[in-house]
């Protein structure tokens, strides 16, 4: 199959100290850098654009920036607004194309599929993913979105333009429209990797791009150097990828379970399977699905009226109970909003559940937790299933659905960035 276009990637733009602009208008414009705590001896942790002209950089010391850039203005980091601006992002991103990869704090990559492989209609999708963040957000907390055959060269063809910026590369394009870059610029090439190349005589972004696959596997040392070979060809390898994509359990309802509180309570359960399942496997999950089958209420008893109800939601990585469980019930809140009552009666009755995680990836290749607060949530699955496994799976089903009751009406985005309840923030 020819090679085409399969991921969009988007990196914010100087993500703290934008989001420091944004929230605090008497920054915009300013040099700004984000400090960890006030002291000269400590290291810059971002930068606005506006002090990255003086070359003020994420890891210039802050006695240092502040004469390089006079005027700087230090700001301590808020991560509770990065996080809660990040959960912000993954939604307004959510609103054109699911989130499918959430890769740090400020990068995240979706997955085109059937005509959104097309140019022109990816095109328009990383259009909408701006105006979706500006309108959400605000106009200070740019991105810049690549969009290729692979979310390799997806994410260096984000970092070709910044700020700002919207870069295609087309398969008809490669490997060519790579050989402008520094070989640091290929994500996976690092100072160390750089003297390595350098030592086998590869210096250049060209050379590499000739190498067969045998040479790049003796130039890597490993069987990693073929994957390159590929990568830089526009193949679509996603590392980590299982062979089993889904984990999926269904329920057909009993009749006394046939009414919106059974149902929810059965889903419940499910989802507490399909959670319990991907641990053991040891996969962690991009997507929740809810699949329901209903029969609308006037035609109660014919079978053959039987109609379907599907959502998904974006989980980010995970596979801890609470959030998959609070993802069921937001999925479920959005279906049974049909089941507004009619003459009394709910206008629907559910006849059968299927709860899904798709886009598995194994727990060592997804990215580790940012700022630890999810590994909370980790602990408390491990510990449920060692309960679960000694005194049967009801004994701590009760309280897995605790957290996700008080959750019901939230939107679930949560990734490898805890979740915090704070109020939301107006921009
Ligand atoms: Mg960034």
New binding site residues.
Partial sequence: MPAQLTTIYI?????FASVEQQFRPELRGKPVAVVPLDSDSTCCIAASYEAKKFGVRTGTNVGQAKRMCPGLICVQGNFERYIKTHHNLIAAIDTQIPVQGVHSI??MSARLLGDEREPARAMQIARGIKAAIRERIGDYTTC?IGIAPNRFLAKIAADMHKPDGLTMIEPHELPHKLFSLELTDLPGIGKKMKIRLERAGLTTVEQLCTLDEDSLARAWGSVIGREWYLRLRGHDVNEGKVPQRTIGHSHVLGPEKRNPDGARAVGMRLANKVAARARHLGYVAEHLWLSVRYRPAATDRDPGSDKKWEGRVSLGSVNDTPTIVGAFTDLWSQCSAMSALRNGKPAFTPVKLAVTLTELTTQSAAAQPLFGGHDKLADLSKAMDAISRKFGADAVYQAAMQPAKRSAPRRIAFGNIPDLDLPDIQA
Avoid: G, I, L, P
């Avoid at 990196?11 to 993500?15: K, P, R, V």
């Fill in positions: 990196d914010m733009n100087s993500y400020d990068e810049s």
